[in-house]
């Protein structure tokens, strides 16, 4: 078992030529910053990593924006870190050797909408929120909801999901096609509006989830679906975390079309009722919510309803209303920065395993167990009807000792999982944290598969060098 | 616009050394031939392309087999070709530089089912037909069905979908994993069991279509699905192909979960009526499936009845005993056989686009004019809820003038499609035939990254060369 990255994570700038930053300020001018204060806002994400930053920030607002300082990194062999939000949790922003953080966060247009194909092509700085707000008159949405208000961009580079993702699936389904800037600088389109295809090597899904290292994603063409007829959301609590997972298990198991399935232990409804004033009963809850006609909502409902109180799931409770349910997934999205306010001056250490649905039970049990044996705060979520949890801790800023106490239980489930055939990542990605997972969870081969596929793509080794795996 | 790849396959064998073949001879005995007549069975599809029969064939019975074949070509430089059950339609099969056709089709074992994640691990040989059966007592099935009872391996290769892809995908959405014999031999897995992962470059998405090119695939991890609480089966006919095409478009906008929705055209139906004395009436027709609890597929058929009225559907007609179901759908999947055996002594030259839904009726009505004024024996069956048909032309097998009118024919339709944002191919892959279609639609900058990757992970070029793109 390979331990994850080290957390300092080693600094090896490739300096930015003065001549590079010359022509990037001719044609950048104010949006090419290299003030502390901007450099060590792109040197950090929400990981506890310490502060990284790139020499120099620009602010693109084109894909041409982006090829031009491609261009210019591949001439210079500099590296170049692609930026959204800033809502990683693994390092993924980190200029753990030196380069230019492109900023994508004002390419906010949304580029063509066609409600009649179900498809719409952002700009690689929207957000799922911004997204959703202007298809809204269309009766069209995107469902991908990974809880931060992150980028599109950011989402498709790192494979993200979610909540939704039970029913709508993942970045990987609901990616139609990019345009990426590859790291000679070229505007390359991969995919096309069509549903499907069989028209050669899925580039599409190449990128989506090379979190930065292939190229700069700067468009996306993203799936959407009809707003479903009736939505209703519901809760529900049981005596322990086994009893909600085990009736997660059977809802899957039965095909249930279920739409969000989200386990929340009994300190991660503390939290958020602490933040929320939600007044949620103190004990494991599975929040749910159904898509669907109003009839068959009604029975999916009814279906899951009966599951739960085979498992003693009780207080089954309603929220039909859009306001009530915005207030619950509000509750639930907070959960993260929820757990880190009732513990103030710390940071959180997640996990993001997924395992096969049947193995989800055992090892839940087991990381509660550890978590509960270790004296640290921690708290669950988990979006378990795909086998997916995140089991955070708490640790105050600066403590090495706490630190490498929850780094040794993570890594200890991490183990499990792979050992279940899980993953180590669900949905964060691999960054700059488990890169030695990655390779015991996909073996020496695959990795060296990944690396051939890296370096005949970016040779100069400039797309977010440093992450995912040693080249 | 290029033209699609010439017809007869340029050759350029690479011979197969006499070490090499000594040694596949002393490893596999029987099960390594050099016979005529097995050769030949070898080199072809159902394309028309002329047979280009490999040097020798091999019948591997496990991944340790192929990966004994690979590493030989590997040291030799020889070509190698992963035969299924030789259903390709585009020429994947023909050994157009010589070689080693390796034959999984013995290679029939369920690895490994594992009922309670809707999870099943088969050898590449398995076909689709099998699958079900072996599984058929769990209460899952797997919905991807190309029509041909193809191998899962061929499936995967060439990112098959078909049918049932409207509502469950298409292998890319359907492989969570795969056991690959990459270029230099080694045994290399992809993904792991779990429902989502984040964890690097999606390898199993990279294998998925790319057709032999990259690697043989030798075990595909499937996603399965509990078998609908109930199916029901409808047929629609329609005054014209267009007013099906219509219904079709209105039912997939509001979204309404149709498992399946084909087009038959009035050619297509005298055809299926011939071959299996169905008496359906001799007019555009859709077939659809429902798939859901009792009230839901009623609810859905409802909607899609008052939908196909509006465009003068009528006739509407129920089976729900799955002994008409199958009916209807084995002539369905026979239209390709019954197309040719009304025409004896012709191939068919089959186009396989796929357009954002929005755009399908305008591609059909042009394409369908042409069709006709052509004189040419055509018909058109389409997956059209996914945007995706097929034109298929009846020529003559040696009438040059009959094939190039329907190349020429196809090619414009191509254009056309690629126009309207769609593409060459929905789920038949490139092969040989659509190599010049693959450089328009993707255009070259994808192209070159398609060929970076293969140089990378096939340095010699042995894996199924000549295919997809030039190198």
Excluded at 15 to 33: D, I, T
Excluded at 260 to 276: I, K, Y
């Amino acid at each position: 078992m390979n331990a994850p990255h080290d957390f300092s994570p080693r600094v090896d700038p490739r300096p930015v030529p003065a001549a590079m930053l010359q022509a990037l300020r001719a044609r950048f001018g104010e949006r090419c910053s290299t003030a502390q204060a901007v450099r060590e806002q792109h040197g950090r994400d929400e990981s506890p990593f310490p502060v990284t930053p790139p020499e120099v920030v620009v602010f693109c607002e084109s894909t041409e924006d982006v090829a031009a300082v491609v261009a210019l990194a591949h001439e210079h062999a500099v590296p170049v870190i692609p930026y959204g939000t800033g809502s990683s949790l693994e390092g993924h922003l980190l200029a753990v050797q030196g380069g230019v953080s492109v900023d994508v966060s004002r390419m906010t247009q949304i580029v063509r909408l066609n409600p009649e194909d179900l498809t719409v092509t952002v700009q690689a700085g929207v957000t799922r929120e911004q997204v959703n707000r202007e298809i809204r008159d269309t009766g069209l949405f995107f469902p991908i909801d990974p809880g931060a208000n992150a980028s599109l961009g950011g989402m498709a580079a790192t494979r993200a999901s979610g909540t939704n993702a039970v029913r709508y699936g993942t970045m990987r389904e609901n990616v139609l096609g990019l345009t990426v800037v590859t790291a000679s600088g070229e505007v390359v389109r991969t995919g096309t509006r069509a549903k499907k295809s069989s028209a050669g090597y899925d580039l599409t899904r190449l990128f989506v989830g090379s979190e930065g290292t292939l190229g700069v994603i700067t468009e996306v063409t993203l799936k959407l679906y009809p707003l479903p007829e009736a939505v209703s959301a519901a809760i529900c609590h049981f005596p322990s975390v086994q009893a909600a997972v085990e009736t997660t298990i059977q809802v899957i198991q039965m095909g249930v079309p279920i739409a969000r399935c989200e386990l929340l232990d009994a300190n991660a409804v503390r939290a958020v009722n602490a933040q929320s004033k939600l007044g949620l009963r103190e004990a494991p809850m599975l929040l749910m919510e159904f898509h669907g006609s109003q009839a068959g909502v009604k029975e999916q409902a009814q279906t899951v309803e009966a599951i739960a109180g085979e498992h003693g799931g009780e207080g089954f409770e309603w929220a039909s209303s859009p306001e009530e349910r915005t207030r619950l997934w509000t509750a639930r999205h907070k959960a993260y920065f929820a757990g880190m306010s009732t513990n103030p001056g710390c940071r959180t250490v997640t996990t993001d395993t997924c395992v096969p649905i049947s193995r989800l039970a055992e090892i839940i049990d087991i990381s509660v167990q550890e978590a509960a044996a270790s004296g640290l705060p921690h708290y669950i979520v988990g979006h378990v009807g795909d086998g997916n949890f995140h089991l955070a801790y708490l640790v105050k800023e600066g403590d090495d000792a706490q630190r490498a106490t929850a780094e040794r239980l993570s890594m200890q489930m991490v183990q499990r999982a792979i050992a279940l055939e899980g993953t180590c990542t669900g949905e964060h990605g691999i960054g700059l944290h488990k890169m030695g997972f990655l390779l015991d969870e996909a073996g020496a081969g695959a990795v060296d598969l990944m690396r051939q596929v890296k370096r005949a793509l970016d040779p100069r080794n400039i797309m977010n060098p440093g992450k995912i795996f040693e080249l």
